[in-house]
């Protein structure tokens, strides 16, 4: 969904003859080649997975334009050995996208938290949320891809992560924490 809605903005952007091609172009293959090569391995550098989500930021703020609030605080401090399993923070970050922008508000409102300390990964994500999303929790308190990469999460890292998820007021927080291996 995403890869073609990214193509679709591509597409409109190219008919206006937009400076914004290019960069767009180049977030979007790096993404690709991250998926397409790190995707099935079990455990990759730390430092690649949060390249990866800073492309896909970068590339959502292109795309989203001056509706986005982003506040990102990602510390890299410590990370160089640190492995963990590919795509799994994007997961939530990708969701802070996707169930924020497209919602009654003005703006889109995301703040992203990360850094590692004496071996504990810590997430915390906060986005505002659509009517959409907002109902989907009242149903049922998480997604098909959150209860996924929690499974994935309970294989992987058994009792050794926590994951909270809150949504209060229009409001959605993830706070994760896994020990890395």
Known sequence: HFLFNVLNNLYGLS???????????????????????????????????LGCIENY??????????RLLLDVNISKQNIDEA?????????FVENAFKHSKDTSHKNV??????QLVDGLIE????????????????????????SVT???????????????TFSEEGVYKICLKIQTK
Do not use: C, W
């Open 123 to 146: 997430l915390a994500i906060k986005n505002n949320m659509s009517d959409e999303a907002k109902s989907l929790i009242n149903v049922d308190h998480s997604g098909i891809g959150l």
């Open 83 to 91: 492995i963990i399993p590919p795509m799994l923070l994007m997961t």
């Open 15 to 49: 008919l206006k003859h937009d400076d914004k091609v290019s960069p767009m172009l180049l977030k979007l293959s790096r993404l690709l080649r991250y998926s397409l090569y790190y995707a099935h391995e079990n455990f990759v550098p730390l430092q690649n997975e």
């Open 109 to 114: 409102i995301i703040t992203i938290r990360f």
């Open 150 to 164: 929690q499974k994935r999460l309970d294989l992987l890292y058994g009792n050794n992560y926590s994951l909270q």
């Open 57 to 66: 930021m970068e590339l959502e703020k292109m795309r989203i334009g001056e």
